[in-house]
């Protein structure tokens, strides 16, 4: 435990570009995703780099660690796509856009995996939120309220993975449910008055937080 509240327990230093996104896998290693277009896997003991991950050609804006796998993490980046990666080996398995796949067709802001570990959300700035199976390699659903043009920013799952909850630019919270229409949300929550950047859910399922511009943090149950 530091008791100097003013210096950092440890300082790690290897990105060339800001740092968008980090994630704790465990106690002692932090997974961190830069506008240098890599993430990158530390050890916090040794205060050292483990592994870089560096396929994507633009900034990665987010990464989320699987929840029954930690050595498997998925990436989003303003190159227009979602990239899974194994620790171990230090490479990506799977890759959900480009070469002519219509699926993102603007930056991804967010990714989170589906409780079960096999299917991961993502939000964009194109207005839609999908969701990809990395088992068949391919897109399961794509949830866009037509005509609107406002970016998601924020993208988590209910703990059952019957809803996913999305923050949007235009200071709303949607939840989509995965069984009803992919046109309208089952839900919609307004009470924010600028954008979204960031939302959770508990981890006993019974409460979503999410945070604003407006500089305000809502809980919802």
Known sequence: VNKDVNRPVSEL??????????????ESKVLTASGDAKCIYWDLDRETQTSTFDEHSMDVMCVAVSPTDKNMFASGSVDETMKVWDIRSGKCTHTF??????????????VAFFPEGWSIGTGSDDSTCRIFDIRCYGQLSNFEVPNTGIAVTSVAFSKSGRLLFAGYDDNKCHAWDLFGDAEQPSCVMREHSARISCLGVTPNGHALCTGSWDTHLRIWA
Do not use: A, Q
Not at 13 to 26: A, Q
């Open 97 to 110: 856009g480009r070469k002519g796949d219509k699926f993102h067709t603007s930056d991804i802001n967010s």
């Open 13 to 26: 230093s290897g990105h060339e570009g800001y740092l968008s996104c980090c994630r704790f896998i465990g």
